[in-house]
């Protein structure tokens, strides 16, 4: 399984990335997806889930500014960022996995490699 994240750089408060995750073979559409985030010294924490039916789960967080969605055809998943503040600054992970609906948990299977976003102030 690879999964290749992409899309992080340094922005300005309140400015806009588009992560991308391109997977290899049907990673993408046979599971469900995920963006994780991780800051130094602290846990991956969850931020944003589609399954592979297309429903869409956030961290409160994030909620309302981060959009996540898939292209089964491109084997991409994308995470748009809007109105970015500092405390979103940490290196972005992707997952392939399992989202269990009845409970909200989300299992990971599988890791891309991580990409930076800083957010200045």
């Known amino acids: 399984v690879q999964l290749q994240a992409s899309g992080g750089g340094l922005v300005q408060t309140g400015g806009s990335l588009r992560l991308s995750c391109a997977a290899s073979?049907?990673?993408?559409?046979?599971?469900?997806m995920a963006w994780y985030r991780q800051t130094p010294g602290k846990q991956r924490e969850l931020v944003a889930t589609?399954?592979?039916?297309?429903?869409?789960n956030y961290a409160a967080a994030v909620k309302g500014r981060f959009t996540i969605s898939r292209d089964n055809a491109e084997n991409t998943v994308y995470l748009q960022m809007n109105s970015l503040k500092p405390e979103d600054t940490a290196t972005y992970y992707c997952?392939?996995?399992?989202?269990?609906?009845?409970?909200?948990?989300?299992?990971?299977?599988?890791w891309g490699q991580g990409t930076l976003v800083t957010v200045s102030s």
């Open positions: 997952s392939a996995g399992i989202f269990y609906t009845g409970s909200g948990y989300y299992s990971p299977r599988a």
């Open positions: 589609i399954t592979n039916g297309g429903i869409r």
């Open positions: 073979r049907n990673i993408v559409s046979n599971n469900d």
